[in-house]
């Protein structure tokens, strides 16, 4: 039987999780679908999908870490738990997307 620690470390990672990749399919969808991204000048279209690409779920997972275990002593601890398993499970989803961005920065200097 899991323990109420073990729920919330499961619980917190799936939540960060599956919100990170919903968060990808919102950056995929702008990037690769969405007619107003592809009207842009290909400046602006490298302006945008590099914001995108830095602003992203991985940093926001990594700032949920660092700021529950600094400031969340005073959560109750299967809240703070849940909170910086969750930015584990930001920081876990965006690995596949950090992949393509390196291969799409590494296609650009070729």
Same mark, same amino acid.
């Given at each position: ?7 919330? &470390?499961?619980? %917190? !990672?799936? *939540? %960060?999780? &599956? +919100? %990170? ?9 702008? =990037?690769? $679908?969405? #007619? ?6 290909? !400046? =602006?279209? /490298? *302006? #945008? ?11 926001? @997972?990594? #700032? &949920?870490? *660092?700021?529950?275990?600094?400031? @969340? ?11 910086? /398993? #969750? @930015? /584990? %499970?930001?920081?876990?989803?965006? +690995? =596949? ?5 390196? =291969? $799409? *920065? ?5």
């Amino acid at each position: 039987m899991l323990s109420l620690d073990e729920i919330a &470390l499961v619980l %917190g !990672f799936s *939540l %960060g999780y &599956l +919100w %990170g990749e919903s968060f990808s399919q919102f950056d995929q969808a702008i =990037k690769h $679908r969405s #007619a107003w991204f592809k009207e842009l000048s290909p !400046f =602006k279209q /490298w *302006l #945008a999908a590099s914001t995108l690409d830095v602003f992203h779920h991985f940093q926001y @997972g990594l #700032a &949920l870490i *660092l700021l529950v275990s600094a400031y @969340g002593f005073c959560l109750d601890p299967l809240l703070h738990t849940i909170l910086v /398993w #969750a @930015g /584990w %499970g930001l920081v876990a989803s965006d +690995w =596949k997307d950090y992949q393509n961005v390196i =291969k $799409r *920065l590494n296609a650009a200097k070729n």
